[in-house]
């Protein structure tokens, strides 16, 4: 990151006061621990020589690119393998994998060891670490806190005679929006523009249609327009809420902003055709995950002070797809005790400021509750706010199931122009229907 927190330096010196004293118990063993390949894995590897250096035990990384990354790690689980000591699950998997017995339950390890889980942010604890959600079973550690944000070109923003013409149009400044109907006016009004000789366009989403991308992009769109996945008061009761009048108007917003104001081809499109897309100067804003601002802000081209940050737009709500991960110890591993001295090292509050100043992003009150936090980075603000707001996906078992049939469902109407969106939802209500009587959880 690019300021370190104010108690850093202070918590840095005892922790390494901490390892001259500890190293000489090295043991010789060696970990591995499992992720996706990306920024963050990356400084992981790096505030891991901590460990090393503390514990003696030698730690081995498994990092997969993001498109395979779900496909090669529950295989990896369904077939009881010993690759992965740790591994740093989506959200999603927390379910089935703690039904399937692939994670340890980790309730006695944290009373034994003194660990609170009530240290980490709420919204981490039930999205990467409870389940049954709202019981207090925790299968992982809250490890990589992310949620859905937005970036936006300041310096497109900050010209003169754009700023005259917007507000002449509209009667406000250009600045990033804060409502959806704010978004589509500044997203229309980048579209078809030439900025620096280029073509440009307003606004990047999430299209993507094999594994989780169009999911996780329009959620940001259906519920601060009012969806929900189920009826509050009674459990997989999805009629009026997955297809109701404010789902039916998100979806055909979300499908409206991608035929207006996006750059044309990208109709399978995630995380790194969104970074390719910034980068390369094509768009005004893009939605992606926190976890790549840090990457971002730095970048030669279009980061520094030519990049702005802001949270998820709101309409009725206020609402943020949930990302981020927890780190789980995997019930078939031969190196359990080693594992779990992982986990007790890295729940530790200087070993979670540092995670934070490395470009990681800790789910720990001690980091995000310091006073110095907010202006630690230049997103650090809306990281806060977004992750107040966070919304996640099913985290049932059969989530594999529920998600493609979404993926389907949203792809086949927003980027393949199928039916109408209220026959995408009540087919989606449907397919939903079916998994979960198949489960036994709706008659």
Known sequence: MLKKLPAFSTLAAAALLGLASTGAQAQGKTITLCWAAWDPANALVELSKDFTAKSGVNMKFEFVPWPNFADRMLNELNSKGKLCDLIIGDSQWIGGSAESGHYVKLNDFFAKEGIKITDFAPAT????????KGTPNY???PAMGDALGWTYRKDWFSKPELQAEFKKKHGRDLAAPKTWTEFKQVAEFFSGRQIDGKKVYGTYLFTERGSEGITMGVSNVLH???????D??????MD???NGPDAVRALEFYKSLYKCCTPPGLTNSYMGEGLDAFK???VAMMMNWFA??????????????????????SDKGKGSQLGGQGISVVSYSPNRNEALAYIKWFASPEVQKKWWALGGYSCHKAVLNDPGFKKSAPFAAEFLDAMDQVVDFWAEPSYAQLLLAEQKRIHDFVVADKGTAKEALDGLVADWKKVFKEDGKLK
Do not use: C, H, R
């Open 292 to 313: 790549f601002f840090p990457g971002l802000y730095k970048d030669p081209n279009v980061g520094g002070d030519k990049i702005g940050f802001f949270v998820n737009p």
């Open 125 to 132: 604890v039930t999205g990467y670490a409870e389940w049954p």
């Open 280 to 282: 390369s100067g094509q």
């Open 224 to 230: 601060p327009m009012g969806f929900k996945y189920q």
């Open 232 to 237: 509050p008061k009674k459990p997989y009761a």
């Open 240 to 242: 009026g809420f997955v």
């Open 139 to 141: 299968w992982a550690l």
